[in-house]
């Protein structure tokens, strides 16, 4: 029998069942969309978040966030149904160790459970059900599924939701299955999909009536039939552009492409690039020129799931005008694991500018670990973890009196970035924490609007911190601007602007020789501490033993450091800013404690039976 001719011949409830429960469904469908409602901004949908799963688009996840509830309302739209799916969240995108929800059939009852698989892919019944399902229901899309999870659960084999990225998963059930504990993930056609799903509760502004929009697109191209492409475009503004404050920009993603396109950005070139060649290609193409290596200042970023990103009413973006580079470069990351052909793509950034400059200048400073190979991580580490000041010496020369206020952040390690935090500290004390993800992926990097302004006063210091992953590779990654090098960055959006562009240090570089120095002395090793060995050669050659590693770990905890408190022009401020001394931190944040919901009463012991009568899926 055919998977859909199965679901559809499921056994239905009586007439008089289902007139109550269709009465039901729908009583508690619109209380469920109030309360989810209740205390966030207006919004165009009740589920205004969207995002593809999967390659074909056969899977789409909409949800909305309630944090009055403390909960999410998901609505998973199966395309084209089989035999089930399952739908979940894990640390790292694996369906092991997963937190996750089941719909599947035995062949002849469809049933919907709250589950978990071990560290084999097995799926289990959970025993605290915290996925509630809220309505089943056909439509010519196909068949949709709402259901609400809390944040937090206090179920040790559930997910906790948090701020930064979450790394959903998916799969697909091609036939029935006797029960539950019969599912094994391994046998699967599976994905992955990265997103924020706890997006900030910010409303959204009217623009000005002088407001222009701008689009900054690669027309027509066709995307290469490989994995990943990135794809680099250069626009030029028009000649005599004056200057203007972009104030809103939005992504632009050519129909059809949803589930291919995973993330863009537009950079402005130098302001010494005043004749930059016209380029449409692969980013890594050796037709590129080079000229294109020197627009890197980030004017907008957008990642999968992400809607709309605003500049706070009394402060904008400045472009244009002298001073400024005329031309822009677009890079979109296309993500094609199905290497499907012939595709073709305008997809980009529309951007929102006024001419009518507001109060503030906004600004992008860099805080975290400079670009410098005596920041290093030890080979086969599982969290490694490497710091970047910017101290209250700098803070207190460089900021206003009145302070800056950040609104907005993006995140940044390469590949081995497994966690980045950075902290506001405030006379010794830790303050706040200005943007943090546990689950963070050098795979995912997107701005996102804080929450909640951060002021950060002359005085104050701010602390970076990144964990990194390097089990599978043998010799130590240091620091520095390639891929297999390693950074420790978060752009922070602020304003007013300043002329502080760089907040950053490193260990100092006398230090870390007498590190080496020192191992010799204790292993009895020939590390090379000769003048013409470079620091990433000195940390080949060490044999990374625990003693040589904790060596590292207290080292980059005590050691004096160099500071980097630059100016846009890469200048620093005027003073001394080598062997300054680690920020003393008296006391530190507490780590907040889940919320464990109430219970529910209504929650089922074991798998809800699902009815779904008759229709096209």
Not at 6 to 15: I, K, N, Q, Y
Not at 175 to 191: D, K, M, V, Y
Not at 453 to 466: A, F, K, Q
Request: with cysteine; proline share 7%; aromatic share 10%.
């Amino acid at each position: 029998m055919p998977a859909l001719s199965r679901w559809a011949s499921l056994p239905g409830p009586s007439v008089r069942e289902a007139a109550f429960m269709y009465s039901t469904a729908v009583a508690v469908f619109l209380v469920i969309l109030v309360a989810a409602l209740q205390g966030s901004a207006p919004r165009e949908s009740p589920l205004p978040y969207h995002i593809p799963l999967d390659p074909e688009g056969s899977l789409e996840l909409s949800w909305n966030v309630s944090y009055t509830q403390e909960a999410i309302h998901f609505q998973l739209l199966v395309r084209r149904l089989k035999a089930g799916v399952l739908f979940g969240m894990s640390d790292r995108g694996e369906l092991e160790n997963a937190d996750l929800v089941v719909l599947w059939t035995d062949g002849d009852t469809a049933y919907f459970a709250d589950a978990w698989s071990d560290q084999k892919g097995q799926i289990h019944l959970d025993s605290q059900q915290d996925y509630q399902l809220l309505q089943v229901q056909r439509t010519p899309e196909g068949l949709t599924l709402l259901f609400k999870r809390p944040f937090g659960t206090c179920d040790p084999k559930d997910y906790l939701i948090e701020d930064g990225t979450v790394h959903l998963v998916y799969g697909i059930l091609e036939e029935p299955f006797r029960s539950l504990e019969a599912i094994n993930g391994s046998g699967l056609q599976t994905g992955l999909q990265r997103v924020q799903l706890l997006k900030p509760n910010i409303p959204e502004p009217e623009l000005p009536p002088d407001t222009y929009t701008m689009e900054v697109q690669a027309p027509n191209i066709q995307i290469p039939s490989q994995e990943t492409t990135y794809w680099c475009y250069i626009k030029e503004l028009p000649k005599g552009f004056s200057r203007h404050h972009i104030i809103k920009y939005e992504p632009i993603v050519t129909e059809g492409n949803e589930a291919l396109v995973h993330h863009m950005e537009v950079f402005q070139c130098a302001p010494e690039m005043d004749n930059v060649p016209h380029f449409s290609g692969p980013c890594d193409s050796k037709m590129k020129p080079d000229r294109l290596n020197y627009c890197r200042h980030v004017l907008a970023a957008w990642a999968l799931g992400a809607k709309a990103f605003y500049y706070p009413e009394e402060a904008g973006l400045a472009f244009g005008g002298p001073g400024s580079s005329r031309y822009l470069r677009l890079e979109v990351h296309y993500h094609n694991p199905l290497v499907i052909e012939g595709r073709k793509d305008s997809s980009g950034i529309r951007l929102y500018y006024t001419a009518k400059l507001r109060r503030f200048n906004a600004g992008i400073m860099e805080l975290g670990l400079v670009y410098t190979p005596v920041m290093a991580i030890p080979p086969r580490e599982t969290a490694f973890d490497l710091t970047g000041y910017c101290t209250d010496k700098c803070t207190q020369l460089a900021l206003p009196p009145s302070g800056i206020h950040i609104f907005a952040s993006q995140l940044h390690t390469h590949l081995t970035g497994r966690k980045v935090v950075t902290v506001l500290v405030r006379d010794g004390r830790e303050w706040e924490i200005v943007n943090q993800d546990n689950h963070y992926s050098p795979h995912f990097q997107e701005i996102r609007m804080l929450k909640k302004v951060v002021s950060v006063h002359p005085g104050d210091v701010l602390i970076t911190s990144c964990t990194y992953n390097t089990e599978d590779r043998e010799l130590a990654t240091v620091g520095g601007f390639g891929i297999l090098e390693e950074m420790c960055v978060n752009y922070v959006h602020y304003y007013p602007q300043t002329q502080l562009e760089l907040c950053k240090s490193a260990v100092d570089a006398g230090f870390l020789q007498r590190y080496f120095h020192l191992i010799n002395r204790f292993n009895n090793e020939d590390v090379c501490t000769c003048p013409q060995a470079s620091v990433s050669q000195q940390f080949t050659s060490v044999p990374w033993n625990s003693f040589n590693r904790d060596v590292l770990k207290a080292l980059y905890s005590f050691a004096p450091i160099s500071m980097h408190c630059n100016k846009s022009s890469a200048v620093r401020f005027q003073g001394e800013w080598n062997l300054q001394p680690l920020p003393k931190v008296i006391s530190t944040l507490e780590e907040p404690t889940p919320q464990c919901p109430t219970s529910q009463g209504q929650s089922p012991a074991g798998p809800t039976i699902v009815s779904i009568g008759g229709g096209k899926g």
